[in-house]
């Protein structure tokens, strides 16, 4: 199932910078769907007890800009999730 996330700046600013779980695609992403654990890595993300699931290059480079403290703007992206 293709799921379409936003990042806000809300997201953005409660983010902190290479902390897998406090990561504003994983705050955006335990938002919408309502999840205990997100932890976001390099190139993929990990849902509660859910394998991982590869992030789009567009996710990729907001995670490198954003732990490397660069400025970075909402954006959009698609996941594509698999049911258990």
């Known amino acids: 199932m293709k799921t ?5 700046q ?3 600013d409660s983010g ?3 902390n897998a779980s406090v990561c504003p695609i994983a705050l955006a992403i ?7 654990s997100v932890k976001v ?16 290059r567009s996710a990729q480079r907001f995670i490198v800009r954003f732990d490397q403290g ?8 698609v996941l594509e999730i698999r049911k258990k």
């Open 70 to 77: 660069y400025p970075v703007k909402p954006f959009n992206f």
């Open 41 to 56: 890595f390099p190139s993929s993300v990990r849902l509660d007890s859910h394998p991982s699931y590869p992030l789009p």
């Open 10 to 12: 809300e997201h953005i």
């Open 16 to 18: 902190e910078p290479a």
């Open 30 to 36: 335990r938002e919408k769907l309502n999840l205990n």
């Open 4 to 8: 379409k996330f936003s990042v806000t």
